[in-house]
Each structure stands twice: as structure tokens, then as C-alpha cells.
């Protein structure tokens, strides 16, 4: 246990400190981080602080006090929204993260089961195997059934999650992409269903919905995902991922305000008068909405375009890379994530041998292979990293191929 200071310290001393506590963080500017964090280079990090710092005491549960947070927050809603194919009355919000956005949705499917569907009792919500944990994380607080259904060639089955849903379920969920593999789930297959069957759709573009939109606008054939598609009835969306935004910022959207409303807290038997918050939080940083708005007022459409074409290009040169090394790329991934495996080697023993040489990275267990989540500065770093790459399975190798524990998180 450590004790508060009885006397502080001054800046220049503490800020030194920080300094040496972070130097044996992963080297991300360097590009030596393919999770956690996405960069988009020095300028767009300069942008995210600078706006940042600008609003941090600013607080977004109270928009009448500070109207800039309330106009910059319904500006990202708008730009995430056009981006996405929002019809006329859609809306959203702004969250803290993924997790966030999920658990709200989630929160407004269940409730509208309770309340417009007039169900009682036990409630599920079906999905495939390569949904995001953060659905198992909303149903255990929500007291909701998690469904999980096998994939087909690594894909949402759509026939899989028909069979698993019932008059109780809640919602059914498709990604875009899933984290796993970085492949885009049949989004338009699944839209189908839920028109059939009369379910909610969530469609999981945390990952996806900041960068699909622009790759598909240099050309690559990304299919329909989001409100495009007419069964879709929320979608998720993170501003800290490939919109380069500072962390904590994600977006929840609806497919009309008669579904957000279910998500939107009102307590209005309390002392201190009627308290009305649209998300989960309370107090809501200023600075992450104000950051938000800031890099993508800054980088536009054509920045956006220009970035996510060097993820792309990044993205075929690691996979023509690796390849050649005799791994073989799962699925067909036009994205920013590439997942990989071989047969051979043990892929947990190479991605322990990568973090010696400082690359932090993720794995997949099913089938077990390397899993990168790439940003605009891997495109420098392509060949250093097959080149380490081809060292760490040479060596993994010549170790035996002793085991290591993949974790993403923890």
C-alpha cells in the first residue's frame, strides 16, 4: 500500500517521474504496438492533446452550462451518422468506449423488449463465437442469456443464430468487423433475419466503423454493414480507434429515437431535482468529445482517406510478408486487423519471441495464430517487422516451440 505525500512535489519533479515509470512502456510511437493503440502520427496526437487539455475541466452531463460540449457532440453524432448511411431521425450519442457503447445498446434492447414487446421473465441475446466479450459483459449486469452460435468459414452463420433465437431474444448481433479476424460478418443476411423474425440488430462496427467507410471510398469492395442495410437497429461505433480520436470516445448510434430513448436514464424522485443522463456515465470528460470533434474537423474526408489508405497498404504488405514466410492469412480481410497462422510452429512461442524484440501484439486461439491491429505508422515499419518476424519463428523454432499464454487485456 502506498501513502499520499504529506507534502507535494513540484511539477517538473513529478513529470520526470512519469517520464521514467513510461520507459519501459511498449515503443508505440515507434510503431512497435499493433493493439491498444491506434496512431495516426505526431500531428493528429498534438490535435487530440491540445483539444484535449482545452476542455478537461468542461463536464458533458451538463450541456445548459456548456453548450460548445452539447453543438461538438451533436457535430461527431452527425459526422459518424452520414458516414454510416443514417436514414432521416437517426441518432446516437457519445460514450466512453466499445465497452460503453455495447452495454447501452444492449440497455435499449432491453428495455424496449420489457416495455414496446411486453416481455416478462427470463431474456437472451444471440451471437456468433467472434463477437466482442463486451456482450458477455452487458448480459451478466443485465441478468441476459448469452447465446453463442458456431461460425462458418470464420463468418456469422446467419442459420446458426435463426436456430438459437426464440420469442425471448432480445437482440441479435453481427460485426464489422469482428476483433478475431478482421472480417466483415453478412451483415445483409442478418439485416434479413431480423426483419423476418421482427429482432433487433446490432450491428459491432467499433472496430469497422471508422475505417470501412473510407476504405470502401478508395475502392475496395466492402459490403453493406451498416443502416445501409434496413434491418440494422444500432450500430456501435469507436472514435479512439480509427477515427484517431483521444481515448475515451466511442459512439452508440439508433435507428430511430423511439429505440435510443430506451437507453437514456431518468431519475426524477431525488432530492436535488430530476437527473436525466444519455449514457451510462455521469460526468462526461469535455476534453474526450472536444478532442473528438478537433481531429475530425482536422482531418476531414480526404485526411481520413489518406490515412486508412496507408492502413491498407500497411495491411497487403504484411500479408504478402507473411505469407511468403509460409503463414497463411484467415479469411479474406479488407480492414485495418489481419489475423494469421501456420501449422508448423507454435504461434504463442513466436509471439513471445516478437515481445523480446519489443513488439507488442495480440494472438487468436481458434485456430492459434498472430493477430495484428494495424495503424497508419506500420506502413514504415512493415519490413522490420517480417523481419523480426522471420527471427522470432526461427528462434521459437530452435526453442522448442516452448508455449506461451495469449491475453488481449489483463
Not at 475530425?296 to 486508412?308: D, F, Q, T
Request: aromatic content about 8%; some cysteine.
Amino acid at each position: 500500500m502506498t501513502a499520499l505525500p504529506k507534502t507535494g512535489a513540484a511539477w517538473a519533479e513529478v513529470a520526470e517521474r512519469m517520464r521514467q515509470m513510461a520507459g519501459g512502456d511498449v515503443k508505440w510511437r515507434d510503431g512497435k504496438a499493433a493493439v491498444y493503440v491506434f496512431n495516426a502520427g505526431p500531428e493528429i496526437e498534438q490535435v487530440q492533446k491540445e483539444a484535449y487539455a482545452l476542455f478537461a475541466s468542461e463536464n458533458g452531463l451538463g450541456p445548459a452550462a456548456f453548450p460548445s460540449l452539447r453543438q461538438m457532440e451533436a457535430e461527431v453524432v452527425g459526422f459518424g451518422l452520414s458516414l454510416l448511411h443514417g436514414p432521416e431521425g437517426a441518432v446516437g450519442n457519445m460514450t466512453s468506449g466499445g465497452t460503453d457503447s455495447i452495454l447501452m445498446a444492449v440497455k435499449a434492447a432491453r428495455d424496449f423488449a420489457r416495455q414496446d414487446r411486453g416481455l416478462t421473465g427470463p431474456l437472451n441475446l444471440v451471437l456468433p463465437r467472434s463477437a466482442h466479450p463486451a456482450f458477455d459483459k452487458a448480459c451478466a449486469v443485465m441478468e441476459i442469456e448469452v447465446r453463442r452460435t458456431p461460425l462458418a468459414g470464420l463468418l456469422a452463420d446467419p442459420d446458426a443464430i435463426e436456430a438459437a433465437c426464440d420469442d425471448r431474444t432480445i437482440m441479435i448481433v453481427g460485426s464489422a468487423p469482428c476483433f478475431p479476424y478482421g472480417l466483415i460478418d453478412p451483415i445483409a443476411a442478418l439485416g434479413e433475419l431480423a426483419q423476418r423474425k421482427a429482432l433487433w440488430l446490432h450491428v459491432d462496427a467499433c472496430v469497422g466503423g471508422y475505417i470501412a467507410p473510407f476504405v470502401r471510398m478508395n475502392g475496395a469492395p466492402v459490403p453493406a454493414f451498416d443502416f445501409e442495410v434496413p434491418g440494422v437497429s444500432s450500430m456501435s461505433a469507436d472514435l479512439h480507434k480509427y477515427g484517431y480520436c483521444a481515448k475515451g470516445a466511442s459512439t452508440v448510434f439508433f435507428r430511430s429515437e423511439a429505440l435510443r430513448r430506451r437507453m437514456i436514464f431518468e431519475v426524477g424522485d431525488w432530492p436535488a431535482s430530476k437527473m436525466v443522463t444519455p449514457t451510462l456515465a455521469g460526468t462526461r470528460p469535455g476534453g474526450a468529445i472536444a478532442a473528438a470533434w478537433a481531429v475530425m474537423n482536422v482531418l476531414g474526408e480526404e485526411g481520413y482517406r489518406a490515412k486508412h489508405g496507408e492502413v491498407t497498404a500497411a495491411r497487403e504488405a504484411i500479408e504478402a510478408g507473411v505469407r511468403s514466410q509460409g503463414w497463411r492469412v484467415l479469411g479474406e480481410p479488407l480492414l485495418g486487423i489481419t489475423a494469421f497462422t501456420r501449422e508448423d510452429l507454435n504461434p504463442f512461442a513466436v509471439l513471445k519471441k516478437l515481445f523480446e524484440r519489443g513488439w507488442v501484439t495480440s494472438a487468436v486461439t481458434e485456430p492459434r495464430g498472430l493477430h495484428l491491429m494495424l495503424s497508419p505508422v506500420h506502413l514504415a515499419v512493415a519490413d522490420r517487422y517480417l523481419e523480426d518476424l522471420a527471427w522470432a519463428s526461427d528462434a521459437a523454432r530452435a526453442d522448442g516451440g516452448k508455449p506461451a499464454e495469449a491475453r488481449y487485456g489483463g
